[in-house]
């Protein structure tokens, strides 16, 4: 009876432990620092690679690389230390990832009760993102460039072609959200999908003259639609 109950137990708290670790899951906003990080997570760069690691403080703690690189002693010592913490922080480093695009709603389908997007905002058979581009990229620290090991063009592929063709909806459900659309003024219908993924790896690593290229491997996760941009009124929630 005692084994019995251990059992019982122990069921219960893997299944807590696993719920848990479900609801811990956190996607982290796309920017330089965090995919900076993600690097390090999937082992990109080698930690003994010196140029990899300077950029790295450069792009993370400015005021520490104005102050200490001229110093080659000082900088010696400072490097070490960012190398041990890479070392020791990178399991912790962001990997999962959410972007929101915009997109419009077409006319409600009774047959398939689902609003489906319009045709220039269906996303059919999408194998791939741009994360960062020149237009994100905002000089810091004095480089006007992307640094070599930190691209200022990033993008992902999905191994599975992604396809978001509308929103599941019962009829109730779509005529209240066709009312809050119209009463708030939102006459394009104009809807934000949020889309959740992991990296996982390395594609392809280009060399360009002004910034590198950049190409890291992704698996989606998870699709919500929201009615608005902040992401905050949830209108469908799917799991991959």
């Known amino acids: ?3 019995k109950t251990i059992q019982i137990f122990s069921f219960v708290l893997i299944a807590f432990s696993a719920s848990y670790a479900q609801a811990q899951v956190k996607y982290y906003p796309v920017n330089y620092k965090n995919i900076a990080k993600t690097y390090w997570f999937l082992s990109i760069w080698d930690v003994n690679n010196d140029k990899a690691v300077d950029e790295f403080v450069r792009l993370n703690d ?3 690389y104005e102050t200490y690189y001229s110093n080659d002693f000082q900088w010696q010592n400072i490097r070490k230390a960012v190398r041990e913490e890479i070392m020791r922080e990178k399991t912790s480093y962001p990997f999962r990832y959410e972007v929101v695009a915009p997109v419009q709603l077409d006319r409600y389908d009774f047959d398939s009760k689902m609003f489906m997007f319009t045709e220039k905002s269906a ?3 999408v194998t791939a993102l741009e994360l960062l581009g ?3 990229y905002k000089p810091y620290c004095g480089l006007k ?3 070599y090991h930190y691209p200022g063009y990033v993008f992902i592929t999905f191994k599975e072609p992604l396809n978001i063709n509308g929103v599941p909806l019962p009829q109730n459900q779509a005529n209240a959200l066709l ?3 119209q009463t708030s003024g939102n006459r394009s219908r104009t809807v934000f999908v949020k889309t959740k993924f992991r990296m996982s790896g390395l594609e392809d690593f ?3 003259a002004i910034s590198n290229v950049i190409t890291l491997k992704a698996v989606v996760e998870g699709i919500d639609i929201y009615e608005d941009p902040d992401a905050t009124k949830l209108i469908y929630s799917m799991d991959k």
């Open 1 to 3: 009876m005692i084994n």
């Open 62 to 64: 400015c005021s520490v």
């Open 123 to 125: 996303l059919t058979n």
């Open 134 to 136: 020149r237009s994100s």
């Open 145 to 147: 460039n992307p640094a």
């Open 179 to 181: 009312k809050r659309l």
């Open 206 to 208: 280009k060399e360009r």
